[in-house]
Nanobody, 119 residues
Framework: VQLQAYGGGLVQAGGSLTLSCAAS????????MGWYRQRPGSVRELVAA???????NYADSAKGRFTISRDNAKKSVYLQMDILKPEDTAVYYC??????????????WGQGTLVTVSS
């Protein structure tokens, strides 16, 4: 199974970016998906998560500015980031709980995509 993330880049403060992540491989079902980030000198932290049914959860820092969504048919998750701030600068990782069969679920991480917000 692979999680391929893309969409990072350099943006000015106040701007927007959309991150995308697609799962591929031996997949029976994709359960929870989400985005984490790791800022320089910090631990990896949750940004937003979404269940297969569409329920969402956001870090306080993301509420009101970021929107997570998913396309179950495409096994993909997206993160629309608006009103970006310099403190959003981080490597963003997508995450997914993927089932290979009815009784077998593993956690997977994408390779990370760098988001840099200039002031």
């Amino acid at each position: 199974v692979q999680l391929q993330a893309y969409g990072g880049g350099l943006v000015q403060a106040g701007g927007s970016l959309t991150l995308s992540c697609a799962a591929s491989g031996d997949i029976y079902r994709v359960n929870d998906m989400g985005w984490y980030r790791q800022r320089p000198g910090s631990v990896r932290e949750l940004v937003a998560a979404i269940t297969s049914g569409g329920s969402t959860n956001y870090a306080d820092s993301a509420k009101g500015r970021f929107t997570i969504s998913r396309d179950n048919a495409k096994k993909s998750v997206y993160l629309q980031m608006d009103i970006l701030k310099p403190e959003d600068t981080a490597v963003y990782y997508c995450h997914a709980d993927i089932m290979h069969s009815k009784n077998c679920e593993y956690k997977y991480w994408g390779q990370g995509t760098l988001v840099t917000v200039s002031s």
